[in-house]
């Protein structure tokens, strides 16, 4: 049995801090905009805060507040989660609590072995935080001390990965990527597990027949999702199907890859799904966050799930029913297909598939974007994205293969962050990363007019969220992979994100007292 440390509270290192609240159902349904309570902030994985201290006015004085080093880590991706000024940092087999005001240590819980592979996140509930291990357990911590109040192991042999989970309903929604993709559901309370869905089907079961003679295999659920509470949904992405780089094997559409799909939260059985990429052979999966809003489309109101999806591709689905309703490129550079039809199936336009001399194809299977989260505000109704222009030289070799970015004049890789109208997937306007020519970390909006950008190479980046012009930098001198957050405490707003090791906290200089000029 693997041993298990926990380091003793240091209550000393944040003499005033108070323990956080328990964090009930009603507070996920309607967070105080001053926590951040999930991955997304919200179930309907906005990525938006309503605080609105910072503005395109002030956001030139934001400085750096504090900075937290993970020891032992390295590329995270994961977001922090803030309760009532105590963040949670998360890793595989790890969680930090620290004072979210000054960085300073709370606690910190590591299950042995160390583990320094990719990991996003983690979920909140009641006073139990939520840990996955890298040998495939599901942890409950008490938020007060990090002691663990229950150990689970996935249930049938399934490989839990590094995806946020989602606490809806009292239960914790993870998902896995091997053998194949799956969700899976366990009680909040006493980890006894619920439900398993399985994102491809067994010999047999509906949607097999997509396969061929081929035993289905893939759907990597490696992201997190999305839950709409009214309709008791899990909305989730699915990857790609395998072998990942050829399709002679796999005749058909191999269903259910490369597909947005709806869940009820409380049986695990599916509702509806939607398939970007049938029969994938570029690794587009969909796994790309999809953001669920409910707003006027075309004359009518509309309960919508929207996504930029991998292959280029801009959705606007019902959320509902799934129904197609809109479809549009979001990048400048995109020949695979020359649209989509009334269902929103790709025209595929032939000579694109991956062979051994290798094939040259727009955009990249980087991903016209790819798993950082996107932000939608409801404030300008503008949808925001990490774009990678740019092409790939695809190759196949077997049932292997893989990419290079295309040597072509013009068709190099450049990141931007790009608003488009949500309703019509119109490009408003583009800001061009500093120097990053990969997809980058993920955006927050804010409720103050503000987006923050992450950038691969360190650039930190205020922009206007109206006309996306820059307001501020940072250079955190490292390598950043995930998303921002935005939180407040003592009536002071931060925005946090982590970069390489560390955890980097930004806020406005602190106010001078009456009648003292501030040095």
Request: proline share 6%; aromatic share 12%.
């Amino acid at each position: 049995m693997k041993r298990t440390i926990l380091w003793a509270t240091l209550l000393a290192a944040t003499a005033g801090t108070a323990l956080a609240q328990s964090v009930a159902g009603d507070h996920l349904l309607k967070p105080d905009p001053r926590n951040w309570l999930m991955y997304s902030g919200t179930y309907n994985a906005q990525n938006h805060s309503l605080l609105k201290q910072i503005t395109p006015a002030n956001a030139h004085a934001i400085q750096a507040k504090w900075t937290y080093h993970m020891a032992g880590m390295k590329d995270l991706e994961s977001v922090p989660l803030v309760v009532d000024g105590i963040m949670y940092i998360s890793q595989f087999n790890r969680i930090d609590a620290v004072d979210a005001r000054t960085g300073n240590i709370i606690w910190k819980y590591q299950r042995q072995p160390v583990s320094t592979a990719w990991q996003k996140g983690t979920a909140i509930y009641g006073n139990k935080i939520y840990v996955v291990t890298n040998d495939s357990h599901l942890l409950a911590l008490d938020t007060r001390n990090g002691s663990v109040l229950w150990d689970v192991k996935s249930d049938g042999g399934n490989i839990l990965a590094g995806g946020a989970p989602i606490v809806a309903r009292g239960k914790v929604i993870v998902g896995g990527n091997r053998p194949n993709g799956f969700l899976q559901a366990y009680d909040a309370e006493t980890g006894n597990y619920i439900w398993t869905w399985y994102a491809v089907p067994k010999k047999g079961e509906p949607g097999s027949e997509t396969w061929g003679d081929y035993t289905p295999s893939g759907g990597p659920i490696w992201g997190s999702g999305a839950f709409d509470p009214e309709q008791n949904l899990l909305i989730w992405g699915t990857g790609e199907p395998r072998p990942t780089w050829t399709g002679k094997e796999r005749p058909g559409d191999n269903l259910y890859t490369d597909c947005i799909v709806a869940l009820d939260a409380e049986t695990g059985k599916l509702k509806w799904y939607f398939q970007n990429t049938p029969h994938d052979v570029h690794d587009w999966d969909s796994l790309e966050m999809p953001i669920l809003v409910d707003t006027m489309f075309k004359g009518k109101m509309r309960k919508l799930v929207l996504q930029a999806n991998r292959n280029g591709f801009y959705y606007v689905l019902d959320r509902t029913t799934g129904e197609f309703l809109q479809g549009t490129p979001f990048v400048r550079k995109l020949d695979w297909a020359s649209g989509l039809d009334a269902k929103g199936r790709p025209i595929v336009v032939p000579g694109h598939e991956p062979s051994a001399a290798g094939t040259t194809t727009c955009p990249s299977s980087m991903g016209a974007t790819n798993w950082p989260s996107p932000a939608y505000n409801p404030d300008t109704k503008y949808f925001y994205v990490i774009v990678a222009e740019g092409c790939a030289v695809n190759v196949a070799s077997g049932n292997g293969g893989g990419y290079n970015e295309s040597p072509k004049e013009g068709e190099g890789w450049q990141a931007f962050v790009r608003a488009l109208d949500a309703t019509t997937g119109k490009i408003v306007w583009d800001y061009r990363a500093v120097r990053s020519n990969h997809y980058g970390p993920g955006l927050v909006s804010t409720a103050g007019g503000v987006i923050f950008a992450g950038e691969q190479f360190g650039q930190f980046t205020a922009l206007d969220a109206k006309s996306g012009k820059p307001l501020w930098h940072y250079n955190t001198g490292d390598l950043i992979t995930a998303s921002p957050i935005v939180y407040s405490v003592d009536g002071k707003q931060y925005v946090a994100i982590a970069s390489n090791t560390n955890i980097f906290a930004f806020g406005l200089p602190d106010a001078a007292p009456a009648g003292k000029a501030k040095p």
